[in-house]
């Protein structure tokens, strides 16, 4: 079956532009890197790797086996790459009780541990935002407060992270089409495809998206060897990333890293279309909010105030 994207401007295409003809491996090098300077030099296996979307089943065995070789090689670390679907019927959502929340950070690294996300520079998913209690001027909260100030009582906390909307627009800005939404309402990006222009995390409201500076640093010992190829994957430098809901270990029948390490119970995790799900009936019972509801996402990550 052709995928959708053929119709659509390839990544080559949109990197190269339409005057210029590959004629060797060597000139579609060249032409990669003044888009790309930003980035690890890709080798020929990763220019010529076809969309996620159009992987076979060996493709994927293939792929999983040379990233899980170059992760040995670079860090001695025995990774194990899976690729777990959406499963049919479910559709995630997150819910975050402000009231409960004491601001503590423990999500914010528990995230970057389960994630693999660089340490130096680091780079965290989740940033829980300090505000003066009877305000909601998210303009003036902070989010690098001390640990010390966490459980202020003229403070409320509240964490943001990915949204997983509905209407995301991350996903139409991205000119190759490295970013889309999964059936179980999941943002996924191909870090492979992705060309790091960072439209996408110009697009996003929430400020979700975070791009790989410099060479991500993490030390062995702190690598999570198990990943997911659209989530915790030790990611190149020069990519966008960002939260997944931590789909490696959601769609195999597991909560999030940050919904684990949670130590008030603040936040809630389950399948929105199940009626008995834990998260479907906070929504039906409690007065619920979104962030920024006024730009129309959509987002499937809500907020309640209740005790």
């Keep these: 079956m052709a995928d959708k994207h053929d119709s659509k401007i390839s990544r080559r295409d949109f990197i190269a532009g339409s005057s210029i003809a590959f004629t060797t491996l060597a000139a579609t090098g060249a032409a990669l890197s003044p888009l790309l300077d ?65 601001g503590c950070r423990k999500c914010v690294y528990a995230c970057m541990e389960e994630n693999n996300t660089s340490r130096d520079p680091q780079i965290q998913y989740i940033r829980v935002l300090k505000i003066k209690q009877g305000s909601i001027d998210l303009d003036s909260s902070s989010h690098d407060y001390p640990v010390s100030e966490a459980a202020d009582p003229n403070y409320f906390y509240m964490p943001v992270q990915c949204q997983q909307c509905r209407n995301p627009p991350c996903i139409k800005v991205c000119p190759v089409k490295a970013t889309w939404k999964e059936k179980d309402g999941v943002i996924v990006i191909d870090y492979n495809w992705c060309i790091g222009c960072r439209y996408c995390e110009a697009a996003c409201p929430y400020h979700a998206r975070r791009f790989n500076f410099a060479k991500p640093a993490i030390a062995p010992e702190e690598i999570n060897p198990d990943m997911g190829y659209l989530s915790n994957r030790v990611r190149p430098m020069g990519v966008m990333e960002k939260c997944t809901f931590c ?28 009626p008995q799900s834990e998260v479907r009936k906070i929504l039906e019972k409690e007065r619920v909010y979104v962030l920024k509801q006024e730009v129309g996402t959509l987002p499937k990550f809500y907020y309640v105030f209740a005790k």
Aim: net charge positive; glycine share 6%; charged share 30%.
């Design 247 to 274: 789909l490696h270990r959601t769609r195999v029948g597991k909560y999030p890293a940050c919904h684990d390490v949670c130590p008030t119970g603040a936040r809630k995790f389950g399948n929105l279309r199940d």
């Design 38 to 102: 930003a980035r690890e030099t890709p080798g020929i296996d990763e220019i010529l790797q076809k969309h996620y979307r159009r992987l076979t089943t060996e493709d994927k065995k293939t792929i999983f086996a040379r990233l899980e070789a170059e992760i040995d090689k670079k860090y001695s670390v025995k990774a194990n790459i899976s690729d777990p679907p959406p499963m049919d019927g479910v559709e995630f959502a997150y819910v975050l009780n402000i009231g409960r929340c004491i």
